[in-house]
Every structure is written in structure tokens, then in C-alpha cells.
């Protein structure tokens, strides 16, 4: 019966050409500018790390003074060096690493190359482990290197290609600052988005080409690059101090269990506490311990304009839903004749139904191919755009196939109240009047 | 043209019409948003920086050590000064447009107590002052000892200009002048008002906080360095910055040139608020694509009703009815259909503003969008329909004699 009406429904859509374009365009229209704003919507709030973010914890403490206490409600965004240290030797969480930014001049010695910046990572050995770093070649570094301040990076495989042509650059120096340091390891491919571990770079900035451990980049002086945010008589310059009133690194924590986040957030409390009879901290306890889900949220790391995009987009398929439920109640009410012969000789309610679904269908998928078309030249515009986050504007199969579902699953919506108002036709009136 | 008719015909085609008039509802909520959204991105991309945009440009160095600044800041100066067509040249902290704001919250008394919101500071040192354009509506203009050395990213006890927006926003209804606020320590005095000054990236801390900002006169220092504010005749700036970023290679061959953020203060701008310019040409592309699909969707509905009416159509012709009561029955019908749906669509547009408002920051729906969305919705509709009334008007009355 299927095939039949598929044919049935071919003829039709064959007999008016200009109506069917009509729908197809309105159609393909409505689902082409909800899929690219969707696909873009979709990228830019994916989980940058699906396997772990679940056991990632980005914890928050308030070491400010009182003044304007007030006024804000929300501990600081990131640690000072003083209490960033005491929290990764506490060793509280299944692992632990504190990080910062920085940018780094190269000198490389075994090219014709000039010498080049490049965005460096300042962070302690469980960096690599516990965000599941990928190795092309080599590993990361040990917390006894961390102790040492051992004179190693690792690197990125895009900067391993530039500087050594994409071989195992193990064990080989790399001169950066004036200091040479030996590379243990070449990441892999390595680009979590968000660029979630720290969010003052831009929300979606590519990883790093250098990274090396925190203890180092200290003893070299390198400078330090990102957000810096002081309070009291915190100062600032390139470097800020370590005793400085000011909050420069971030601290991730993984824990394995609920259980055990909550275990970490009573400790974040105890050691404000502690830090508070020091009279380090002056503030009551004000502590927070967001998954990387919620971390993400709560920085509304999702540009505003791309959500608002979303709600246009869908605005507009609903005009062109509308329409077509329309054009579709015109085209099927035009055919009540056809349909009263076929009621006439047998056929009922529920088959005409059927087939005049199938009609839908049919507009529907050929809505949906025109659809998929107009996202890749909508997602081909995106990328034109100058956002950090447009060159990661790419339909991946899960939202290939939701194009189809949606405009599918509109299509039918659309004809169901044609449809039905088609199957109401009193046949013998019908045959009468013809 | 009587209207009762018309009604009543409308009445048999309950389904078409709700249908017709719906989709009018929904477009008349997202035309009179979308517009008004475009109206906010393009009001945002007007704003008034407060300075000589067309005459200044900036050059950023970084990559320089710290205990060079004095002496960078003393060739860069001296060097950049002998080209020709520069008018001036001084150092400052940042530029509008520039990026790289000196956010700082502010408290009106020593304590710490009354907040007073986050400002950005401006840094500028001898010459950034008169060099910038700033118009004083207030106090007196900084003078050769007002130049403080700053300490930490200020000076540490200063003399400040603020703008017009600060002040009121600080001090509403009193004299600015002579006031004081403190950032922690850090204590300043108010000496002048600007009618403009924008922050460095407008719009950061929302719309109603893009002059926020704080002018600083500072003296050039180790921590005070690697940007600098030049000056040109807008005719020769274009020629004066190329010349200017190719000294600096020799000026300075141990600083790095920042090329993003070493442009005139104009393209500054452009580049800025190239993200709303995107938007509000998506804006218009969505509100142009549904317009289409609206009149197309009345084009087929009208066309269907005049295939079905043909009969009707000739027997009016036959009684007496001329071309132009045709042509106008579809008219009325369409109007009075647009009609129920821009009725409608009025409440949707206010419920979508609402639901805008506690999503975006966004201010209420003026109510003058409704009007102009209804206008340009009726024009639609009548243009949509013209040419199946046409048709429809086209019908001979001998049809009335046919029996189909």
C-alpha cells in the first residue's frame, strides 16, 4: 500500500508544481535556519570532555576582606597562589592540579624560523591524567618534577609539526625565553571546547601549543597571561606576586563520587574557616564546588546573540509551518473530488488519511534535503564570521540526522489537520456536485 | 464595499482563515522583535566614544621588559614625533575600541562601604588629554602637575576627569566636582567632567554602563608604558600609522608589534562591533525570508479560493458586478483577515518582548513598533493578494452559464 501511495503522492505533487515548490521552499526555508542556528548552538554547549566532566570540579573560596562584602554574592572566580597551594598539597581529591596561562616567545635553533609567540600552559603534573590528555609521543611529568621545577614541556602537535616536521621530538630541547627545556611529550589532538579549564583566554580558544610545569614557569619568571583579579593591596604587573591579594590560577579537582564532592565541599568550608582564624580570610565561609557542566553554566559561556539566533530561527520555521499547513489544506481541500471516488469505492477514512500522510512525508523529506542544503551554505556563512567560535561550525551526523527528523516530524504535523479536514468529505456530495 | 458579505464567506473557510491570520500573528511578533532588535545593535554601534575618532590611531608594544618601559617610552616618543603630519604623540593606558580595559570597582568613601560599580580608568600621559578631543563640561583641564607616577596601575592619590554618565550615575544631582572615590587605597579627586568618554570595550557591563570610565593623568614609567595615542589630521592618519608601524621596527627592534590593536581608533570600532553588524544582517535576513514565505503562503491560499469561487465569481459578474467589486472583495477579505491577525499578533509581540526581557537585556517593546509592523503587514498582505484578485477580477461572466 505504501508504494502505491508514494506513487499516488508523486502524481499529485507532479499536477501543481508551483504549490508544492511553494512548500518544499517554505520548508526547507524554516528547517535550513534552525539547523544552522541549532548546529552552531549545539557545538558551542557540547561537553568539552563527555567521559569526565562528570567528576570535574572547579572549587571556589573567598579570601577577600570585608570591604564590599555586600555587594557580592559569589566567591572569587579563581585562587590566589597562597591558597591554590595549599589545596593541591592538601591532596583532598582522587586528583588535583592547579594551572595558570601564560605566552611564551621560541626560539627555535633548528630552523630557518623566526622567533614566534606562543600561548603556554603553567599547570602541575595531573593536568595531563586527569583531563585524559591524549600523547602522540612521550607522557607528561611527574609531581616530583613539579617539586624540582624540572627544566621540560610537553607540546602540542601542531607546534611539534611546525618545529620538527611531526616526528618524535622526545628527549630534543626546545629554547624558549632564552631557557632551554627538554620536550617529554607531543600531545595528540587535543581541543576541548569550551576552552573550559580556563575561561579567561576566550571561551573558544584552541589549546595551547606549550605546556610545562606551574613551578617552573615560576622560577623562569615567565609572564603570566589571563585574568588577574586583586583585592585589599593586591597589585598588579606581568608577573603577579605570590604573596599578592590577588587571584591569577585556576584549581581543578577530580573526585570519583558524589559522595566524595560532598566530603570536598565540607573541607572547602573547614580550610575557609581555618584560613579565616589565621586572619588570612576575613569573610564567613563561602564556598562553591560546580561540575564542569555547571562551571560552564554559571560563566554563560554560550554567547547570548547565538541563543537569541535559536529562538529566531524557530520563530520563523513556525511561520513556515503555518504556511504550509496552509498551502497543504488548500491542495488536499482542492482534491476532495479524487478522494470522494476513492471513499466512493471502498477506501476509508483511516486509508485516505494514510496516504494524504504520505504526501506530507514526501514534502517533508524533500523539505528536509532543501533544508540540509541551505545549513551548509547557513554554517558556510557562519564560518565567515569573525567569532572565535565560528571555525567550529560543522554538522556532525547526529544533527544530519536531526535535520531529517525534524523536518519530517514537522511535515506530518503540518498535514495531520489537512489531512483529517480532507477525510471528512461527505463522498456522495462530493461525486453530486462533479 | 460592504463588509457583511465578506464575513459571512469567511465564515465557511473557518479553518483557511484562522490559519492565514496566525501565521500574520506570528510574523507581526517576530517582525516587531526583530526590528527592535536591530533598532538596540544599531544604537549600540552609534555610540559616542567621546573622542576624536577620525584623527587618532594606536600603537601597542608588548614582548619588552618591564625595566625598559622608561626608556621605550622615551624613544618611542621622540621617534614617532619626526614623521611627518603627526600632531602628537603620548602614552596611554588603552584607547575605546582598543580592548584591554583597567576595570577596578570604586567605593565613595574610604571605607569601602558604598559601592559604586565597576569603572574602567584611563591612564594618559602628557598630551593624551587635548590629544584625545575630550569635550570638559566641567572643572578645569589637567595641567603639567596633575601627571601623578603610577604605582600600581594608577597613581596612588590623583586628580581625575570622569564622564558625564559616571558622574550622574555616582553623584546624581550634586556637583561632581571636588568629589572623591577610592579603589581600596587608591584615592582620587574629581577636577573635570567630560560630556563622553567610552570604555575601552562598550557594552561589557551591560548598555547602561558604556561610559563608565575614569581619565587618570599619569606619568609614562616602567609600569606605564607600550601603548601609545597618536594624532594626525584624519586626511594623512592612514599614511602617518603606516609610517608610524614601519619606525617602530627600528625605534624599538626588541618590542613586538601588536598589529590587532595598533589601528586607527575608527577601525578599532569597525572591528569591534563587526559581531552586531553580523547579527543585525541576520536580523534582517530572517525578518526578509519570512516576509517572502508570508506573502507566497497568501499568494497560494488566494489563488486556491479564487480557483474555487470561479463560479461564484461569474455569477456576481453576470448580475452587474464590475471588475473593480471583484478586485475589492478579495482586497476587503484580505484585509479584514491581516486585520485578526495583527490584532493578535500584537499580544504575541508583547509576550515574545517579555520573554526577550528576561532572557537578554533588553528594554520593553516601544509601543510605536506596533503601528509600523500592522502598516507593513497590511502592505504585504494587499500586495500578496493582488495578483489572485486579478485573476479572480479576469473571470468572464459567461462561466456563470457553464456548468464547470
Known amino acids: 500500500m505504501f508504494g502505491y501511495y508514494l506513487d499516488l503522492a508523486l502524481r499529485s505533487l507532479r499536477r501543481n508544481k508551483a504549490l508544492t515548490a511553494l512548500m518544499v521552499l517554505a520548508i526547507a526555508l524554516g528547517i535550513g535556519a534552525s539547523m544552522t542556528t541549532l548546529t552552531v548552538l549545539h557545538v558551542l554547549s557540547g561537553d568539552p570532555l563527555p567521559e569526565r566532566s562528570s567528576t570535574l570540579y572547579y572549587p571556589q573560596v573567598d579570601p577577600r576582606d570585608s570591604a564590599g562584602h555586600d555587594s557580592d554574592k559569589e566567591p572569587m572566580e579563581q585562587v590566589s597562589w597562597t591558597d591554590g597551594m595549599n589545596l593541591l598539597q592538601a591532596k583532598r581529591a582522587d586528583r588535583q592540579a592547579l594551572m595558570t596561562g601564560g605566552t611564551v616567545a621560541i626560539q627555535p635553533t633548528q630552523s630557518a624560523l623566526d622567533p614566534f609567540y606562543e600561548d603556554a600552559r603553567f599547570a602541575t603534573a595531573d593536568f595531563f591524567p586527569m583531563f585524559g590528555v591524549p600523547f602522540q609521543y612521550g607522557h607528561g611529568w611527574s609531581a616530583a618534577d613539579d617539586d624540582s621545577s624540572a627544566r621540560l614541556v610537553v607540546i602540542s602537535s601542531k607546534l611539534n609539526d611546525k618545529l620538527f616536521g611531526g616526528k618524535d621530538s622526545t628527549g630534543q630541547m626546545l629554547r624558549l625565553e632564552g631557557t632551554a627545556l627538554r620536550i617529554v611529550g607531543v600531545l595528540g589532538d587535543w581541543r576541548p571546547n569550551p576552552h573550559f579549564y580556563d575561561l579567561n583566554v576566550t571561551n573558544y580558544a584552541e589549546s595551547e601549543g606549550v605546556y610545562m610545569p606551574l613551578s617552573t614557569s615560576q622560577d623562569l619568571q615567565l609572564a603570566h597571561d589571563g585574568s588577574v583579579d586583586c583585592w585589599g593591596n593586591g597589585g598588579a604587573g606581568p608577573r603577579p606576586d605570590h604573596s599578592a591579594t590577588c587571584v591569577w590560577l585556576q584549581f581543578w579537582v577530580q573526585l570519583d563520587s558524589p559522595a566524595q564532592a560532598a566530603v570536598y565541599k565540607e573541607f572547602l568550608v573547614h580550610y575557609s574557616q581555618e584560613q579565616k582564624a589565621l586572619g588570612r580570610f576575613q569573610r564567613p565561609p563561602n564556598v562553591r564546588l560546580r561540575n564542569l557542566m555547571g562551571w560552564l553554566d554559571y560563566q554563560m559561556v554560550v554567547p547570548g546573540d547565538v541563543r537569541l539566533q535559536v529562538w529566531l530561527a524557530f520563530g520563523f520555521l513556525l511561520v513556515c509551518l503555518v504556511n504550509t499547513v496552509g498551502l497543504m489544506l488548500a491542495k488536499f481541500m482542492r482534491r476532495a473530488g479524487e478522494l470522494g471516488v476513492r471513499r466512493a469505492l471502498g477506501a476509508s477514512r483511516r486509508a485516505l488519511f494514510a496516504q494524504l500522510l504520505v504526501e506530507a512525508g514526501v514534502i517533508g523529506l524533500s523539505g528536509g534535503i532543501g533544508g540540509l542544503l541551505l545549513a551548509f551554505l547557513g554554517l558556510w556563512l557562519v564560518r565567515q564570521q569573525p567569532a572565535s567560535y565560528a571555525a567550529l561550525a560543522h554538522l556532525d551526523p547526529g544533527m544530519l540526522l536531526t535535520t531529517f527528523l525534524l523536518a519530517l516530524g514537522a511535515s506530518l504535523l503540518a498535514g495531520l489537520l489537512p489531512a483529517w479536514r480532507a477525510c471528512q468529505i461527505t463522498p456522495a456530495l462530493q461525486l453530486k456536485s462533479n | ?404
Not at chain 2, 608589534?257 to 553588524?277: G, H, N, P
Request: charged share 15%.
Open chain 2, 1 to 404: 464595499m460592504q463588509i457583511r458579505p465578506v464575513l459571512s464567506a469567511l465564515r465557511k473557510h473557518r479553518v483557511a482563515t484562522v490559519l492565514i491570520a496566525m501565521e500574520i500573528a506570528l510574523a507581526c511578533a517576530v517582525l516587531c522583535n526583530a526590528c527592535f532588535l536591530i533598532a538596540n545593535r544599531v544604537q549600540q554601534i552609534r555610540i559616542h566614544s567621546g573622542v576624536d575618532e577620525r584623527a587618532l590611531a594606536a600603537i601597542k608594544l608588548t614582548g619588552f621588559d618591564e625595566k625598559d618601559g622608561v626608556d621605550l617610552n622615551a624613544r618611542v616618543l621622540s621617534g614617532l614625533a619626526t614623521i611627518p603630519g603627526m600632531r602628537s604623540v603620548s602614552v596611554i593606558n588603552a584607547v575605546p575600541f582598543g580592548g584591554s580595559p583597567n576595570n577596578a570597582g570604586i567605593t565613595t568613601d574610604a571605607a569601602g562601604k558604598q559601592f559604586a560599580g565597576v569603572v574602567n580608568f584611563y591612564t594618559g600621559g602628557p598630551g593624551s588629554f587635548t590629544a584625545l578631543g575630550l569635550r570638559l563640561i566641567a572643572g578645569r583641564a589637567p595641567q603639567d602637575d596633575d601627571y601623578q607616577p603610577v604605582v600600581h596601575f594608577v597613581p596612588d592619590d590623583a586628580l581625575v576627569w570622569v564622564s558625564q554618565s559616571l558622574a550622574e550615575h555616582a553623584w546624581p544631582g550634586v556637583d561632581p566636582i571636588g568629589k572623591e572615590f577610592w579603589v581600596g587605597r587608591p584615592h582620587f579627586r574629581v577636577a573635570g567632567v567630560v560630556a563622553n568618554l567610552a570604555r575601552p570595550s562598550p557594552g561589557e557591563g551591560g548598555p547602561s554602563t558604556i561610559e563608565w570610565s575614569v581619565f587618570v593623568p599619569s606619568q609614562p614609567g616602567a609600569h606605564f608604558a607600550g601603548t601609545y595615542l597618536l594624532r594626525a589630521s584624519p586626511e594623512e592618519l592612514s599614511r602617518v600609522l603606516r609610517d608610524a608601524r614601519a619606525a617602530i621596527a627600528k625605534i624599538a627592534p626588541d618590542a613586538v608589534l601588536e598589529t590587532a590593536t595598533s589601528q586607527s581608533v575608527a577601525s578599532l570600532r569597525e572591528t569591534f562591533f563587526q559581531q552586531d553588524r553580523t547579527m543585525a544582517g541576520i536580523l534582517l535576513g530572517v525578518i526578509a525570508a519570512m516576509l517572502l514565505v508570508t506573502a507566497l503562503g497568501i499568494v497560494g491560499l488566494a489563488s486556491f479560493w479564487v480557483q474555487q469561487r470561479r463560479r461564484q465569481i461569474g455569477i456576481r459578474r453576470a448580475l452587474g458586478a464590475t471588475r473593480g467589486d471583484i478586485l475589492g472583495y478579495f482586497q476587503t477579505e484580505n484585509f479584514l483577515i491581516v486585520t485578526f491577525g495583527i490584532v493578535l499578533g500584537m499580544l504575541l509581540a508583547f509576550a515574545l518582548n517579555l520573554l526577550l526581557m528576561t532572557h537578554y537585556e533588553l528594554p520593553r517593546l516601544p509601543l510605536y513598533y506596533l503601528p509600523i509592523g500592522a502598516l507593513i503587514l497590511w502592505g504585504l498582505g494587499q500586495l500578496a493578494v493582488l495578483g489572485p484578485a486579478l485573476r479572480a477580477a479576469a473571470v468572464p461572466p459567461v462561466v456563470a452559464t457553464r456548468s464547470v
